[in-house]
Each structure stands twice: as structure tokens, then as C-alpha cells.
């Protein structure tokens, strides 16, 4: 792992990234031109909560908290999901009783990457938006009181404690569930539990408490991705089809054993490390 400051400024809190990290967002996401991130970008909903009226937008956007785009300012006001989000975050760090300067000093920080060719003006933000929809993993943006701020995911954290790369102490907004608000998603899928295991952890504990299964083989494929094989013995032909059904890449074996039926099959699935 290496460690390194990801900020052009020096700040007294850090998060130790790894290879991934650099990999996929200053090597992927950053400069990419992808649809996801103009979507998160695109400005087409008005944001609604009944404790925010315009009157307190107008405000923010006075304070420099947020900017509007609006022809001549005039016209109804629609927000990028990620500015949404962005929203959320100011409700919430005001809640804590942050002044504004400190906010926009946490603005700042989350404005660190921006280019002004590409649609994203938080794009850190955006990278961990997307993960948080995208896996199970706690996102977590954490500030502290001069309005430093960090984005990372629980993981990430956890290893900074480790290695005293977080010094002093902060309050934690938790992304995942402003994002599944800002989507106006039903069900939140984190997992505040295992969220410290690779893919290949979680599918094999998974795996493990099925009791039809009798046997997991894992062979690498390549650096990133394991071809997972799981045995299943079921008791019937009827739970047997039902499951080759639903499974796209299985076989079926019928065998007898002391003149009894013996119904196994054998489910293969490509599982990334990471």
C-alpha cells in the first residue's frame, strides 16, 4: 500500500490509498468521459426538502455554498444528483452547528480535482457516489472542525486509525444513505458489517451458509478475477431445475448412492478480488 497525500495542499488528517485508488480514479475516473458521470452531473430535479425553502437556498448560494446557473438567475432552479447530494451534506454539516466558512472550506475540499472540461465539479464526490451505489461498501465523508474533510470508504478509515493518519477528531456524514435518499432508493444494501472483505470473502462466507453446499473451489484467472466453483447436493429433481433455471452457468449430475437418487450440480461464476 503506498501512502501518500491525495490533496495539492498540505492538511494535518490523511487516508492511506492503495494502487486501486490511483488505478481508478486518477486513472479512470478523473479523465474519463463517461455517461455515469454526465448523468450525475446533469441538472434536471428540484430539490426538495420541507425544511429548506428557496429563501435558504438564495442564502447559501449568497455564501458561496452554491452557485447557480441559470440564465440571468432567473428561471426554476434544478440541481445534478451530485449537487443534490452535495445539499444533503450542507443540511447536515449545519445541523452539526458548522459555520459557513468552515463549509465552504469543506466545498473546497470536495472541489479539489475540478477541471473545467469536465462535467464534474466535485469529482471525488462523484467517484465515491458511485461506489456507494455500486457495492456494498460505507462511503463516509468525515469533517472536522476547521472544515478539513476526507472522503473514503470505511475500509480506508479503519487504516487510518491503524496508522495514526487521522489525528484529531470529526463528525461522519454517512453517503450511502444520502445517496439512497437522492435516488429515492427503497432498500439501503450496505453492509456496516462485513464491509472490511474482498468480493471473494463475501461470496465464499455466502457460500458457506447454504446448506446445500458441500465444496468451493477457487481458481485465479488473472490478477483481479478467480473462477468460483460450488457444489450443491439437492434433495429433489424439482429443487434441482428450479435452481439450473436460475443460474446461468451450471451442470447437473444425477447419481445413486446406498439405491438412493443423488442430485449435485456444480455452479461456475467469474468473482473479482476487488
Do not use: C
Request: glycine letters at 4%.
Amino acid at each position: 500500500m503506498k501512502f501518500k497525500n491525495k490533496y495539492p495542499f498540505e492538511n494535518r488528517n490523511r487516508i492511506p490509498h492503495s494502487d486501486w485508488w490511483d488505478l481508478n480514479f486518477f486513472g479512470g475516473f478523473l479523465n474519463s468521459k463517461s455517461k455515469l458521470k454526465e448523468q450525475l452531473n446533469e441538472k434536471r430535479i428540484r430539490f426538495s426538502n420541507e425544511n429548506i425553502s428557496s429563501r435558504v437556498i438564495n442564502h447559501w448560494q449568497e455564501r458561496g455554498l452554491i452557485s447557480d446557473d441559470r440564465p440571468n438567475g432567473k428561471g426554476w432552479r434544478k440541481f445534478s444528483i451530485s449537487e443534490i447530494i452535495w445539499l444533503e451534506i450542507i443540511v447536515k454539516l449545519r445541523k452539526f452547528g458548522m459555520d459557513f466558512e468552515k463549509i465552504k472550506k469543506v466545498k473546497g475540499y470536495l472541489e479539489t480535482f475540478y477541471r473545467k472540461e469536465s462535467p464534474s465539479k466535485f469529482p471525488e464526490l462523484d467517484f465515491y457516489i458511485l461506489i456507494a451505489i455500486n457495492s456494498k461498501k460505507p462511503v463516509k465523508l468525515i469533517v472536522f472542525d476547521n472544515g478539513e474533510a476526507l472522503l473514503a470508504n470505511q475500509s480506508e478509515i479503519d487504516m487510518a486509525k491503524q496508522m495514526d493518519t487521522i489525528i484529531d477528531d470529526y463528525i461522519t456524514i454517512d453517503l450511502n444513505k444520502i445517496v439512497m435518499k437522492g435516488l429515492k432508493k427503497e432498500k439501503n444494501e450496505t453492509d456496516y458489517l462485513n464491509y472490511s472483505l474482498s468480493n471473494i470473502e463475501r461470496e465464499v462466507q455466502d457460500a458457506i451458509l447454504i446448506d446445500e453446499v458441500i465444496s468451493i473451489k477457487l481458481k485465479k484467472k488473472n490478477g483481479n478475477e478467480y473462477i468460483m466453483d460450488k457444489e450443491f447436493i439437492i434433495g429433489s429433481a424439482k429443487e434441482m431445475n428450479i435452481l439450473l433455471n436460475r443460474l446461468n452457468n451450471a451442470k447437473s449430475e444425477i447419481s445413486k448412492n446406498r439405491g438412493k437418487l443423488v442430485y449435485k450440480f456444480i455452479e461456475k461464476k467469474i468473482v473479482k478480488k476487488y
